[in-house]
């Protein structure tokens, strides 16, 4: 009896380690197949078809690339044309510096805002100072030059008032042969136009400004007569408007209306009006189109919208002229009429004359 007991004992226990062995192998399995499953899952497409999913990526990741590629050419192109930028300016400041002269004051394309005044004539600051450092400098030419006049100063031998220069290292002549010649003429009823018919039958295109004409345009033999003149400012749009044509305009904007990129010749009589019209010619840089500057200066007042003491006012008329000489121009022709009276400023001084005609040429000008 008690060997059967144990005998039982034995199968029980024996049952009971197959049922946890059995139960251990099964957990076993799970895990193996849930880690194979999870791994399976997560493991990258094999390689052969691709899905869409990632044809879609794969092509946007290429047009990524693509796109950040051609941004770093256009850097890289952007950075050199740059540097080739610098280079050059450095290389043109390298070669100013190099020059044994003195540069002449670069063109300034934006417009300035006034003019730089030279130092005074003397300590003392006075009139009679300034006024023969001015006028020693008008009265002396700065080059020589074969000069084309006007047909009644050659008829009777006499010293013309106007002149152009014709000498052939200068562009006028070249341009006369080459029918490209142009000639703007400003004056108020001249009665003397005999250098602008000269010009004309040399074959030049003559343009003659007077707001005193009646009609608007007029051809007049080989030139042609505009109702127009020049000035230091534009009028007001609101006057504009009211009437159809305006009297007066800047040279930059009459250059523009007409088409006109240039003006070989540029003659004005502007009635004490010069001084202004000038330092707008300055300020706005419209020199570099111009070859040569014939101009009557007024002395016997300031000019209009010209201030200051006398010897302020002389000094701003010299100031005024050396911009011009650094803007390439230099004195050919000077001439003074004697039966003008000798008043400078309401004064006898140095026995100058109220009134002078200069011409000069731009030596560095290339149409």
Not at 110 to 139: C, M, Q, V
Request: proline share 5%; hydrophobic share 35%.
């Amino acid at each position: 009896m008690t060997k059967q007991w144990m005998d039982m004992g034995r199968e029980r226990l024996t049952r009971g380690l197959l049922l946890r062995l059995g139960v251990l192998l099964t957990a076993v399995c799970v895990c193996v197949h849930v880690y194979l499953e999870t791994s399976w899952r997560g493991a990258p497409t094999p390689m052969g078809r691709p899905t869409q999913s990632s044809q879609n990526r794969g092509q946007q990741s290429r047009t990524k690339l693509e796109a950040e590629e051609r941004d770093r050419s256009i850097k890289r192109r952007i950075s050199y044309v740059r540097t080739l930028k610098k280079d050059s300016q450095a290389r043109k400041r390298d070669e100013d510096r190099e020059e044994p002269s003195p540069p002449l004051r670069p063109h300034r394309k934006s417009p300035r805002w006034h003019i730089d005044l030279e130092p005074w004539a003397g300590e003392s600051h006075t009139l009679e100072e300034e006024a023969k450092r001015f006028l020693n400098y008008i009265t002396t030419p700065q080059v020589s030059c074969a000069s084309l006049t006007g047909e009644e100063a050659a008829e009777e031998g006499t010293k013309a008032a106007w002149a152009a220069c014709l000498d052939p290292k200068y562009s006028l002549t070249h341009r006369i042969q080459g029918k490209h010649c142009r000639v703007y003429s400003f004056g108020l009823g001249v009665d003397d136009r005999s250098l602008e018919r000269s010009l004309a039958r040399a074959g030049c295109e003559v343009h003659c400004f007077d707001p005193s004409l009646k009609q608007p345009h007029l051809q007049q033999a080989e030139m042609w007569l505009h109702r127009l003149s020049v000035d230091w400012r534009d009028p007001n749009p609101a006057i504009v408007a009211q009437r159809q044509y305006a009297n007066t305009k800047k040279l930059a904007t009459i250059l523009n209306d007409f088409g006109h990129r240039q003006v070989d010749v540029l003659k004005a009589d502007m009635e004490s009006a010069e001084w202004k019209i000038l330092e707008n010619l300055v300020l706005e840089g419209v020199l570099d189109s111009v070859g040569q500057l014939l101009l009557e200066l007024h002395l016997h007042w300031a000019g209009f919208e010209v201030g200051g003491d006398d010897p302020s006012v002389v000094r701003y008329w010299f100031s005024l002229l050396k911009e011009v000489e650094r803007a390439n121009f230099r004195l050919f022709h000077v001439n003074s009429d004697p039966a003008k009276p000798h008043l400078f400023l309401h004064k006898n001084v140095l026995n100058a004359s109220s009134a002078y005609t200069l011409s000069w040429v731009n030596t560095e000008w290339k149409p």
